[in-house]
């Protein structure tokens, strides 16, 4: 079956042996706070929140969906990008790969560009890179990096797969406003 999380956030960190990093909520991890292999923690392929959020890096080997709900707590149904989000088996280097990612946000996709605990804005300058290689879709919102209009220089996102959102919005800024 699928995992489904009722009333909390969820983070989850992926490593490249097929194993993720499980914390509930997704700072904390106060109520869970383990690593299990992804087989183990959904044989369907998806792993979904209700009323909460989910928060996301690493490397997937697999192929799997995270489905962020909304449920009864409007704010939540958002899903955070916390830093590179790439298939073990690259799939612009091997097109047989079999590693896919589906992100399915009921709200908005950001690109965490603060700290999640501190709030303190990560460093990162024009040379820096987020790379995401998944399929995005935002259905009542949209896809940028966090605070984009009011963030210094960041770098650059590489998205390879698809991006579909309810709302156009910017990614980000160049400089200047622009």
Do not use: C
Request: net charge negative; glycine share 12%; proline share 4%.
């Amino acid at each position: 079956p699928s995992a489904l999380i009722t009333g909390n956030d969820l983070g989850l960190e992926f490593f490249a042996d097929g194993n993720v990093h499980v914390t509930i909520p997704a700072i904390a991890g106060s109520v869970r706070n383990d690593t299990v292999s992804l087989s183990s923690l959904t044989t369907s392929g998806v792993i979904a929140v209700r009323g909460g959020d989910i928060r996301v890096k690493g490397t997937y080997k697999g192929a799997v969906t995270l489905a962020a709900l909304s449920g009864i707590a409007p704010t939540k149904g958002n899903i955070w990008i916390d830093g590179d989000l790439v298939a073990f088996n690259n799939p612009r280097l091997d097109p047989n790969s079999t590693d896919m990612l589906g992100l399915v946000a009921e709200r908005m996709a950001y690109v965490t560009t603060k700290d999640p605990v501190s709030g303190v804005l990560i460093p990162r300058d024009a040379s820096s890179v987020i790379t995401i290689q998944a399929a995005i879709y935002t259905h009542d919102g949209i896809f940028a990096a966090e605070d984009y209009n009011t963030i210094p220089v960041s770098g650059r996102l590489a998205l390879y797969g698809s991006l579909a959102m309810n709302a156009s919005t910017s990614t980000g800024v160049l400089g200047g406003g622009v």
